[in-house]
Nanobody
Framework: QVQLVESGGGLVQAGGSLRLSCADS????????MGWFRQAPGKEREFVAA????????NYADSVKGRFTISRDNAKNTVYLQMNSLKPEDTAVYYC???????????????WGQGTQITVSS
């Protein structure tokens, strides 16, 4: 079974950096793409980034492009989100997600982690 566990959340000052990790302890061949989403208070869930396990193809939301980097370690079944130049508007609960297609878009995710809080202070 697929089990997604996020880690690395916390409080950081604006301009700082954090790295999130998502371990798929139950990874199977059916999971082909991993993604990150976030949800800020009073806002809808927002796509952040995605990566395919096989080729490492990536996709980023315009709001984080150039600041965030998604990567994966296939041997560890772990995906990372390196977040640099953080802004207060990045404050949100960040969720790891997985899906059974190779398309690195914002839809079609089948499995979700429980989320981790990121707070960026001014």
């Amino acid at each position: 079974q697929v089990q997604l566990v996020e880690s690395g959340g916390g409080l950081v000052q604006a301009g700082g950096s954090l790295r999130l990790s998502c371990a798929d302890s139950g990874r199977t061949f059916s999971v082909l793409t991993m993604g990150w989403f976030r949800q800020a208070p009073g806002k809808e869930r927002e796509f952040v980034a995605a990566i395919s396990w096989s080729r490492g193809s990536t996709n980023y939301a315009d709001s984080v492009k150039g600041r965030f980097t998604i990567s994966r370690d296939n041997a560890k079944n772990t995906v990372y989100l390196q977040m640099n130049s953080l802004k207060p508007e990045d404050t949100a609960v960040y969720y790891c997600a997985a899906k059974r297609t190779v398309l690195v878009g914002a839809t079609g995710y089948d499995y979700w982690g429980q989320g981790t809080q990121i707070t960026v202070s001014s």
